[in-house]
Every structure is written in structure tokens, then in C-alpha cells.
Nanobody
Framework: QVQLVESGGGLVQAGGSLRLSCAAS????????MGWFRQAPGKEREIVAA????????YYRDSVKGRFTISRDNAKNTVYLQMNSLEREDTAVYYC???????????????????WGQGTQVTVSS
């Protein structure tokens, strides 16, 4: 069993930065693929970034490449999402997900994730 708690969301102006954190409980965290997803009003939940259990492999959706960075600290059972150069289109509720047991080296599809946090709101104003 994995429990996830996100934090770090808030209101920021376009061009600004935020760092999201996802704290996980459970001994399986260090072997889980982790991902950040987001869901805007009226839209489907979409992947933002994912990271393999070792941190050696990562994935980003095209629209955030070069602006967002996913990382993890297995000693702290925490995964992070550093978001720079934020745009209004990044406004959404951001969710942390865990793929356990891992379906492969890295998971990029929503259905591959087994555990979810409650979400944290990110609002980017112009």
C-alpha cells in the first residue's frame, strides 16, 4: 500500500516558478515509478512527467519540456516537480501517482498508475 500527499501548489504569475512535492508512505516507494499528472476543468487527466524508480529515466510531455523537472529522493520518500516559466495553460490540479508494482521501466499512461494523491491546485495568472 502506498499513500501519497502532494504540496506546494498555489497562485503564481506567468513566468514564475513553483516546486511541487509528493510525500509517500510505504516501503515500496523506492521501487515505484512515480508520475505527475494534471487535470484542468473539463479536461482529461494528463501526464506531465514521470520518473523511474532509480531516477535514471524520465519522461515529459512536450509542452513542459525544458520548463519542468521531475526528481526524487528515495531516502526521503519524496518526488518533486520543479516548474519554471509557468504559463496560464499550466493551470490545473496536479496529482502525484505511483505505479506499484511497476508495469515496466517507466509508466506514462494514466491506467498504469495504481495509487494517487489528493491533488494540489496550481493557478497561473497573466
Amino acid at each position: 500500500q502506498v499513500q501519497l500527499v502532494e504540496s506546494g501548489g498555489g497562485l503564481v504569475q506567468a513566468g514564475g516558478s513553483l516546486r511541487l512535492s509528493c510525500a509517500a508512505s510505504g516501503r515500496t516507494f523506492s521501487r515505484s515509478t512515480m508520475g505527475w499528472f494534471r487535470q484542468a476543468p473539463g479536461k482529461e487527466r494528463e501526464i506531465v512527467a514521470a520518473i523511474s524508480w532509480s531516477g535514471g529515466r524520465s519522461y515529459y510531455r512536450d509542452s513542459v519540456k525544458g520548463r519542468f523537472t521531475i526528481s526524487r529522493d528515495n531516502a526521503k520518500n519524496t518526488v518533486y516537480l520543479q516548474m519554471n516559466s509557468l504559463e496560464r495553460e499550466d493551470t490545473a490540479v496536479y496529482y502525484c501517482g505511483a505505479d506499484w508494482p511497476p508495469a515496466g521501466p517507466i509508466a506514462t499512461m494514466r491506467d498504469e498508475y495504481d495509487y494517487w494523491g489528493q491533488g494540489t491546485q496550481v493557478t497561473v495568472s497573466s
